[in-house]
């Protein structure tokens, strides 16, 4: 199982996003990253672009 992480050690959340500056996720996403199943840490991965670009959460 691999747990390979988008963790840029760039660790600031943005308090009006909700989401890391430098991987973002949020809060939780992060705290829970080691115990997500393989199948919810890639739903997360394919979400990071447009959440980069500035989209939503979902």
Known sequence: ???????TK???MDPDS???A??????EEIGNWSV????EREKIWSE??????GGSLN
């Open 22 to 27: 430098g991987c973002f996720r949020t809060i």
């Open 1 to 7: 199982m691999s747990l390979k992480s988008p963790c």
């Open 48 to 53: 990071l672009p447009q959440r980069k670009a």
């Open 36 to 39: 997500m199943s393989e199948e």
């Open 18 to 20: 909700g989401l890391c």
């Open 10 to 12: 760039v660790c600031m």
